[in-house]
């Protein structure tokens, strides 16, 4: 297994247009995360999946945010007409259910947004 | 609402001595705490935890210490590496609720 894997790991866009993000978990994870990192921040919670049920969202995940894991394997997050305050790194992480807080997320490398 | 603080935003040490970074929290309700570790253009990595039933959790040259009544933890790395030099984000956890403190660079000098 390689991992988390974030595709793509860079995405420049037009103030407007939507863009989609992929996550491919660790495949015996059930639970997905999506997390938001700014500039001198630390990453934010968005919303978590377990399998294929979306458990949690923050109330950062407006309503030009939506995310899904159809499958209970692979997550995508689509944001719609993107602002310039979308910039940021999006995170993805999973973890086993009861064991994701001890032993911690496992992060992909991330998607990194920039909305001009 | 910043409920996981990381009150400095960087820290340098020798290599050999020890690095101390802190962290202070507010929710009481927190009942893991762990340390993440993030070298540029990667993840950050899982790298220690502790639970709040406890004040003291080592592994090799990583100990993090959890002082429930100051709502406070840190991380002692000893010896600290060259290797070493990276963000540290703290992170408390309670009901998969994780929160991150906004980092602290370390930097290791040989």
């Known amino acids: 297994d390689t991992g988390v894997s974030q595709d793509p790991r860079h995405k420049i866009t037009k103030r407007g247009q939507n863009v989609t993000f992929r996550c491919d978990p660790i495949?015996?994870?059930?639970?997905l995360y999506w997390y938001r990192q700014t500039l001198g921040q630390g990453p934010e919670f968005l919303t978590y999946f377990q399998n294929e049920a979306q458990l949690e969202k923050s109330r950062l995940l407006s309503d030009r945010f939506s995310a899904e894991r159809p499958k209970g394997s692979f997550s995508t997050l689509e944001i719609q007409r993107t602002e310039q305050g979308d910039s940021a790194m999006y995170l993805c992480?999973?973890?086993?259910?009861?064991?994701?807080?001890?032993?911690?997320?496992?992060f992909g490398s991330g998607t990194r947004l920039t909305v001009v | 609402d910043q409920q996981v603080k990381q009150n400095s935003p960087s820290l340098s040490v020798q290599e050999g001595r020890i690095s101390i970074l802190n962290c202070d929290y507010t929710n009481s309700m927190f009942d893991y705490f762990l340390w993440y570790k993030k070298y540029p253009a990667e993840g950050p990595t899982f790298l220690i935890s502790i639970s709040s039933i406890k004040d003291k959790n080592e592994d090799g040259r990583f100990t993090v210490f959890l002082n429930k009544s100051a709502k406070h933890l840190s991380l002692h790395i000893v010896p600290s590496q060259p290797g070493d030099s990276a963000v540290y984000f703290c992170?408390?956890?309670?009901?998969?609720?994780?929160?991150f403190g906004a980092g602290t660079r370390l930097t290791v000098k040989p």
């Open positions: 495949s015996e994870h059930n639970r």
């Open positions: 992170a408390a956890s309670a009901n998969n609720d994780m929160r």
């Open positions: 992480a999973s973890s086993e259910s009861g064991t994701g807080v001890n032993y911690g997320y496992t």
